[in-house]
């Protein structure tokens, strides 16, 4: 089995940062992709950023230019660094991981249990 943990979520006045991290542990062979999704009350879990084991990202348009995705792939872990943070980033941040484990062959999604990221005006 899989477990995905995140941590560094918070709360932090607007214009503040925060740093996330997920470390993912278990009978893991490989790591495909990992990513950062937020899911804020009342509305659907969005894509925030997404790294490959290849080290291509993807950000969410709201979040370019603030945000910064990276992985230490030693260490299973994915981190989010959030700059220049507004209200309206306030929500669940959940980690993700596309993972292979050392028993199947197929890879799947696994998911954290989310931490509180919340943005004061």
């Known amino acids: 089995q899989v477990q995905l943990v995140e941590s560094g979520g918070g709360l932090v006045q607007a214009g503040g940062s925060l740093r996330l991290s997920c470390a993912a542990s278990?009978?893991?062979?490989?790591?495909?992709?990992m990513g950062w999704y937020r899911q804020a009350p009342g509305k659907q879990r969005e894509l925030v950023a997404s790294?490959?084991?290849?080290?291509?990202?993807n950000y969410a348009d709201a979040v370019k230019g603030r945000f910064t995705i990276s992985r230490d792939n030693a260490k299973n872990t994915v981190y989010l660094q959030m700059n220049s943070l507004k209200p309206e980033d306030t929500a669940v941040y959940y980690c993700?991981?596309?993972?292979?484990?050392?028993?199947?062959?197929?890879?799947?999604?696994?998911w954290g249990q989310g931490t509180q990221v919340t943005v004061s005006s």
């Open positions: 993700n991981g596309y993972i292979k484990t050392k028993y199947t062959l197929p890879p799947r999604d696994y």
């Open positions: 278990g009978s893991i062979f490989s790591i495909n992709v």
């Open positions: 790294i490959t084991s290849g080290e291509t990202t």
